[in-house]
C-alpha cells in the first residue's frame, strides 16, 4: 500500500540556525502534499502545501521541495525560532481529502 | 469563529467498557474527518463524512467503532467494548469543501484503556 515517510523522528538545531525535515512517499501517482506542525496539546495545524506540477513553495520562512525523480520532499525552516519546536508531519492528500501522514520528526530547538 | 473543539480532552476507562467521543467541526463545514494516533506511530485516517453521510469508512478498525453524524452537525465515534489495543489519540478534522480542503484539526481526545 502507499506510505509516507520520515527520515529522522528527531531533529535539534540551534536557535537561529534553518532546519531541514525530511519525507519520502511511495505512490507516484501522488499530486498533493502538506506539511502539518503539531505542538504539545494541540491537533495538527497546516503549514504548508505543494502539488505536483510544483517542485518548490514558499512560505513565510517556510519552503517546502518536492522532488518527484526520488520521491521525495523536504521542509526548510529558515532561522528557526524556539516556537518552532513541534512534531512535524508529512502527508499524502487525496482527491477526497484522505489524509496519509508520515510517522513526525519532533523538532527541538536549542537556545 | 470558533474552531473544532473535541471532548473529552482525556478519557480513562477500563478495558470492555464502552466510550464516547465527540467532535464540533468549525460551523458551515460539510466535511468532517476522524483520525487517530495510536502508540507514537503516524496518525490514521478513520472516515470521512461529507454532511450526514459515510463517504469513506475505510480505515475504521473493526465493528467495535461506530461514528454517526446525526442532521450534518457534530459527531460522534463510540467505542464499545473499548480494548487496550484502542488506547491513542483521536482526532477530528473538518474542512469547507473538497475544492478548499485544507483540514483545521481539534486538539483531540486522549483515550487510555487500561
Known amino acids: 500500500g502507499e506510505s509516507v515517510g520520515l527520515h529522522l523522528p528527531t531533529l535539534s538545531v540551534q536557535e537561529g540556525d534553518n532546519s531541514i525535515i525530511n519525507c519520502a512517499y511511495s505512490?507516484?501517482?501522488?499530486?498533493?502534499f502538506i506539511w502539518y506542525k503539531q505542538e504539545s496539546g494541540k491537533g495538527p495545524q497546516f503549514i504548508i502545501d505543494?502539488?505536483?506540477?510544483?517542485d518548490k513553495r514558499q512560505g513565510q520562512r517556510v519552503t517546502v521541495l518536492l522532488n518527484k525523480t526520488v520521491k521525495h520532499l523536504s521542509l526548510q525552516i529558515a532561522a528557526t525560532q524556539p516556537g518552532d519546536s513541534a512534531v512535524y508531519f508529512c502527508?499524502?492528500?487525496?482527491?477526497?481529502?484522505?489524509?496519509?501522514f508520515g510517522q513526525g520528526t519532533t523538532l527541538q530547538v536549542k537556545p | 469563529e470558533a474552531g473544532v473543539t473535541q471532548f473529552p480532552s482525556h478519557s480513562v476507562i477500563e478495558k470492555g467498557q464502552t466510550v464516547t467521543l465527540r467532535c464540533d467541526p468549525i460551523?458551515?463545514?460539510?466535511?468532517l474527518y476522524w483520525y487517530r494516533r495510536v502508540m507514537g506511530k503516524e496518525i490514521k485516517f478513520l472516515l470521512h463524512?461529507?454532511?450526514?453521510?459515510?463517504?469513506?469508512e475505510s480505515g475504521m478498525p473493526n465493528n467495535r467503532f461506530l461514528a454517526e453524524r446525526t442532521g450534518g452537525t457534530y459527531s460522534t465515534l463510540k467505542v464499545q467494548p473499548a480494548e487496550l489495543e484502542d488506547s491513542g489519540v483521536y482526532f477530528c478534522?473538518?474542512?469547507?469543501?473538497?475544492?478548499?480542503?485544507?483540514?483545521?484539526f481539534g486538539a483531540g481526545t486522549r483515550l487510555s484503556v487500561l
Open positions: 460551523s458551515g463545514h460539510d466535511n
Open positions: 502527508a499524502e492528500q487525496y482527491n477526497t481529502g484522505k489524509l496519509i
Open positions: 505543494i502539488r505536483s506540477n510544483m
Open positions: 505512490n507516484s501517482a501522488s499530486d498533493y
Open positions: 478534522a473538518s474542512s469547507l469543501n473538497l475544492a478548499k480542503n485544507i483540514q483545521y
Open positions: 463524512f461529507v454532511k450526514e453521510s459515510k463517504q469513506d
